[in-house]
């Protein structure tokens, strides 16, 4: 991609982009600072799964554009996300930094995995946190899949970028195979 060269995400983004979870913007570029959307999201969480059948039948009128509708479908069957209403799943709208934190600690119970433990990070604006995410942050932060946004701040309200998520899915990764790794 032109757009990453430098970046503090560069090896992130082609670890997961070789891995083809993710794709680029086009004319070249990854886009590693456009904000990602929730199709996004679980588009790359579903390709992680290896692009699984969904039933279908989820009843949301908005999901228009084929190359996230299958995935969308699989991830509420399986409780990675739902939708905001039983017709409303909202494709285009920016996944926050809590609400990756959610999807992501939803997969791994999909998968039949846990995160590692360890000690979560007490963040100066934990109180910003969302009830409905807090169990989730500190997960991800215990397990070192997040580390913050700097003076010790985890910013749950800021959308997440597509160079944050391709960081947080590739520590995933490593986490996993280095847990199954034959010693």
Not at 107 to 135: C, K, M, N, Q, T
Request: some cysteine; proline content about 3%; overall charge negative.
């Amino acid at each position: 991609f032109s757009d990453i060269e430098g970046l503090w995400g560069e090896d992130n983004i082609c670890f997961t982009a070789f891995r083809q979870l993710f794709n680029g913007v086009g004319n070249d570029r990854f886009g590693p600072k456009m904000n990602m959307t929730r199709a996004m999201f679980v588009t790359v969480l579903w390709r992680m799964a290896g692009s699984p059948e969904a039933e279908g039948g989820t009843g949301f009128t908005d999901l228009k554009a084929d190359w996230y509708a299958e995935a969308v479908e699989w991830a509420v069957e399986n409780r990675i996300t739902e939708g905001y209403s039983k017709t409303v799943f909202a494709p285009n709208d920016n996944v926050t930094r809590e609400q990756m934190c959610v999807f992501l600690c939803r997969f791994p119970e999909y998968l039949g995995h846990e995160l590692p433990e360890g000690e979560s990070i007490d963040f100066a604006d934990a109180d910003r946190i969302s009830a409905w995410a807090v169990e989730q942050v500190d997960a991800c932060s215990a397990s070192g899949l997040i580390q913050g946004m700097g003076n010790n701040t985890f910013a749950p309200k800021n959308n997440a970028t597509r160079m944050e998520v391709s960081t947080l899915l590739a520590r995933f990764i490593t986490q996993i195979v280095e847990k199954y790794t034959v010693q």
